[in-house]
C-alpha cells in the first residue's frame, strides 16, 4: 500500500535493534513511522489512514510487550530466555 514508506521505516527498526536489541521496540517504533512517512512522501489521504490504523493494530497487538518493556522485562535479541 505504501512501500515507500515501509522502507524509509526500515532503518529506525534497524538502528533501534541494533542499539537496544529489543526487536519489539523496532517493530513499534517502525510501524509507527510507515504513517508518517506515507504523509511525508505524499501519499493520498486514505492510503496515510490505511496505515495509521494498521500501525495501530500493531501497536496494539503489542500491548504484552510494551508492558514487558516499561517493567524493564523484556528479552533481548540474542539473550537466552530462563528456563522455567
Not at 32 to 60: F, K, N, Q
Amino acid at each position: 500500500m505504501a512501500p515507500y514508506a515501509t522502507l524509509a521505516a526500515l532503518p529506525v527498526f534497524a538502528v533501534v535493534v541494533a542499539t537496544t536489541r529489543w526487536v519489539s521496540l523496532g517493530s513499534l517504533l517502525g510501524a509507527a513511522c510507515v504513517p508518517l512517512g506515507a504523509l511525508a512522501l505524499g501519499a493520498p489521504p486514505a492510503v496515510v489512514v490505511a496505515a495509521a490504523l494498521i500501525a495501530a493494530l500493531v501497536i496494539l497487538r503489542h500491548r504484552e510487550n510494551i508492558g514487558r518493556l516499561l517493567a524493564g522485562n523484556e528479552h533481548r535479541l540474542g539473550q537466552r530466555r530462563a528456563e522455567t
